[in-house]
């Protein structure tokens, strides 16, 4: 984890799991917030900097994600954020209460897509095939992030540029592809996120 800048009320605060994601990124004083990659790092790391007291105007995630669904290329604002790998209704049935339903992000617009969230970084066919039913996208961090956001009441945005397709070599082709996401997120933030 490292938070590079300095919180503040009247900013936003960029949040990225890693370096090769913010290469681009100029944040024109706002901080930025590196997490590393996994549910946990990203949960644990915004957590913390919340946690300090000083609370930034909005949470600004921005990240790579993989395409489930043929088509999908480019940037994209996510409405809803599922978690692929808790069974969160199997859990309520167990227990009566719920543990990491979806979350709508915003004021519900239905106009972007659905992201799946897991630990697992989804490099198969197979697997891809299977979350396609429930998202339009996948990543390891926006889920976590978007429930601290939500407990912490701080308005969140999960911005994702498609990276790859989740399916068989998708590995090799976030490496290759990884540098030129980051300059679309830089150019998405520099369109879309006031800095002041």
Known sequence: MELIGEMGPDRPLFVLAVKEE????????????????????????????????????????????????PGWTGTHVVSRVVQHDLDWRLLEG????????????????????????????????????RLAEQAALVDMEGYALASVARRAGVPIRLVKHVSDDAGDGAARTWRESVAACAVELARWAERHVALA
Not at 35 to 62: C, S, W
């Open 94 to 129: 167990l227990t009566g209460e719920v543990y990491g339903a979806p979350i709508t992000l915003g004021e519900g617009d239905a106009a972007g897509p659905v992201l799946a969230t897991g630990d697992s970084f989804i490099s198969d066919d197979a697997t891809r095939d």
């Open 22 to 69: 913010a290469a681009e990124l100029r944040a024109g004083g706002a901080p930025v917030l590196l997490t590393g990659m996994g549910k946990v790092n990203a949960a644990a790391a915004l957590a913390g900097v919340l946690g300090r007291g000083v609370l930034p105007r909005e949470i600004v995630n921005l990240g790579t994600a993989g395409a489930l669904r």
